[in-house]
């Protein structure tokens, strides 16, 4: 069967030339005899990919020296637990964001570690939006403040993280990371499952600023403690070596194309087609406040639910998949991320134009 554009919102679509390139060097990866998932993950050769993985994502990222890169295992869940068993501890408090239900999981987790306040939500407006935020909505005495940047159920974004002064910001990336520029020294700590824009599910990507690691919670396990990762260079246990392997493929594709800079033009050209159809259907409708709109992940409807169907079906004979919306919120979302092309959107908007002159 030919290759669809699979819009799912995660795990998701992978660059082409990074799966041919690790099926090339599935069987014999440069003349080890062995693939990159046999190998040991103290070996001289896997050495060389993860460190050449941290070096490429400081790169696209233009990560700062004070700041160390952990690939870990757990998924962005994960971290949820991590962040206030590390960072909490200074103050016993902590100030999130809500914008969505990755936030309300974020926060429900803290819970049970300190005393964690929502200083904004979008929750009254079913998160069509990122709310208002500014400084002095921030408790002073927070450890830190948590945003998720991309809401990828909702598709709205915070194009532009809050000003939190000298309280560290902590944020959950993992459906943008890599999509557009952020300044890493404007954030504490940035997290993200790798199964959006970076690699295959199982793999989690931390960057944390030096100064704070090393003041965890006393009931902390060893294996949830940042110090013990940074010690051992993210080899404490075993970490997901193919992950890592196939991350680090996709780090160079994206470097090659220009980098970060180069992919959130293309990743706003691919929105733009999107959006600008939305806004002139008279079928298909948008809810995200138009300031606050994912580029990553672009939600849509149609007047009811038969329709909807309707049209996720008949997309999918066309080889356009995995439209169907979060079962929470219904319609469709298309996650349109780094490597899904921009051919992908135009088939898809093509597609959306036919719909609606046939269902108008
Ligand atoms: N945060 C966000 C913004 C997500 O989109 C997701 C997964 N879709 C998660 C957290 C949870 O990630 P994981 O399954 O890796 O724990």
């Given at each position: 069967m030919a290759r669809v554009y699979n819009f799912s919102a995660?795990?998701?679509v992978l660059p082409e030339p990074v799966l041919q390139k690790a099926a090339d060097e599935m069987l014999d990866y440069k003349g080890t005899g062995m693939s990159?998932?046999?190998?040991?993950?103290?070996?001289?050769?896997?050495?060389?990919i993860i460190d050449s993985a941290e070096d490429n994502l400081r790169k696209l990222m233009d990560v700062p020296e004070n700041y160390h890169i952990l690939f870990l295992q757990g998924g962005a869940s994960s971290q949820f637990a991590m962040v206030p068993l590390n960072l909490i501890g200074r103050t016993g408090k902590a100030d999130?964001?809500?914008t969505g239900a990755w936030s309300k999981k974020a926060i429900a987790e803290a819970k049970r570690y300190g005393e964690v306040r929502v200083a904004a939500s979008s929750e009254e407006t079913e998160f069509n939006c990122i709310p208002e935020i500014n400084r002095e909505m921030f408790d002073p005495a927070a450890s830190y403040v948590h945003i998720t940047t991309n809401n990828t159920i909702y598709g709205t974004v915070f194009h532009t993280p809050p000003e939190t002064g000298a309280l560290p910001?902590?944020?959950?990336?993992?459906?943008?990371?890599?999509?557009?520029?952020?300044?890493?020294?404007?954030?504490?700590?940035?997290?993200?499952?790798?199964?959006?824009?970076?690699?295959?599910?199982?793999?989690?990507?931390?960057?944390?600023?030096?100064?704070?690691?090393?003041?965890?919670?006393?009931?902390?396990?060893?294996?949830?403690?940042?110090?013990?990762?940074?010690?051992?260079?993210?080899?404490?246990?075993?970490?997901?070596?193919y992950g890592i392997y196939i991350a680090n493929l996709v780090f160079e594709w994206l470097l090659d194309l220009g980098g970060v800079t180069a992919i959130e033009e293309i990743n706003r050209e691919k929105a733009a087609m999107l959006y600008n159809f939305l806004d002139n259907s008279s079928l298909f409708t948008g809810k995200v406040a138009k300031k606050d709109r994912s580029i990553m992940n672009v939600t849509f409807y149609l007047p009811d639910?038969?329709?909807?169907?309707?049209?996720?079906?008949?997309?999918?004979?066309?080889?356009?998949?995995?439209?169907?919306?979060?079962?929470?919120?219904?319609?469709?979302?298309?996650?349109?991320?780094?490597?899904?092309?921009?051919?992908?959107?135009?088939?898809?908007?093509?597609?959306?134009?036919?719909?609606?002159?046939?269902?108008?």
């Open positions: 995660g795990p998701a990159v998932m046999e190998m040991s993950h103290r070996s001289s050769a896997f050495k060389e999130y964001i809500n910001l902590v944020a959950d990336m993992s459906s943008n990371i890599l999509s557009q520029v952020y300044d890493v020294s404007k954030f504490g700590l940035l997290y993200a499952g790798a199964q959006k824009n970076i690699g295959p599910a199982g793999l989690t990507v931390i960057i944390v600023r030096e100064g704070l690691v090393g003041s965890a919670l006393e009931i902390t396990p060893k294996i949830f403690n940042y110090t013990t990762h940074v010690e051992a260079g993210s080899l404490f246990n075993t970490p997901p070596t639910e038969k329709l909807n169907e309707q049209f996720i079906k008949e997309a999918s004979d066309h080889g356009l998949v995995m439209l169907k919306g979060h079962r929470s919120v219904g319609g469709m979302r298309a996650g349109i991320y780094n490597a899904m092309p921009v051919d992908g959107v135009r088939k898809l908007v093509d597609f959306m134009k036919k719909f609606e002159l046939q269902n108008a």
